[in-house]
C-alpha cells in the first residue's frame, strides 16, 4: 500500500456478491454474517497497510478483479466502499466521483482501491459562488 500525502492506495480481497450480504431478519433487511466479516476483515486490512482518514472531497478509483467471468461491477463497490467508512474517510458522501474497472484474474482475485483528495474544489466552488454574486 502506499499512502500518499493526498491519497491512499490498498489491494483488498474479492468482495461477496451483494445476494450474500445481506439477510432478512424479523423483516428487516440487516448485513449478514458474511457481509460483516467482510467489512470487518477489509477495516483490519486497510488498517495494515497505512489507511489514514482523509477529509474534504475524494475521488475513488475501484479495479476489480473477478474470479469468473461473472459478476456485474457495481455489486462489488458498495459494500467496499463502506468497509472503509470510517477508516479511509469519514461518510461516503465526501465520494464525489467514482472510477470503476472489471478484469478476470482466477488466480488472485481481488480489489484495488485508490482514495485521492480532490484539491481544488472549494475554490471552484468559491469562485463560482463568487460569480453568481456579482
Do not use: W
Amino acid at each position: 500500500m502506499n499512502v500518499e500525502t493526498n491519497g491512499i492506495k490498498l489491494i483488498l480481497p474479492y468482495p461477496p456478491s451483494v445476494n450474500h450480504l445481506y439477510a432478512t431478519f424479523q423483516g428487516r433487511r440487516i448485513t449478514s454474517a458474511k457481509g460483516r466479516k467482510f467489512k470487518s476483515d477489509i477495516a483490519i486490512l486497510a488498517m495494515r497497510q497505512g489507511a489514514k482518514i482523509l477529509s474534504g472531497e475524494l475521488s475513488v478509483t475501484f479495479r476489480v478483479f473477478r474470479p469468473r467471468k461473472s459478476g456485474d461491477l457495481d455489486n462489488r463497490l458498495k459494500i467496499s466502499q463502506d468497509a472503509l467508512k470510517g477508516i479511509c474517510f469519514e461518510d461516503d458522501r465526501q465520494i464525489v466521483e467514482i472510477h470503476a474497472f472489471r478484469f478476470d484474474d482466477r488466480l488472485n482475485p481481488r480489489i484495488e482501491i485508490d482514495i485521492k483528495k480532490l484539491e481544488g474544489i472549494e475554490k471552484l466552488e468559491e469562485v463560482g459562488n463568487k460569480k453568481k454574486d456579482n
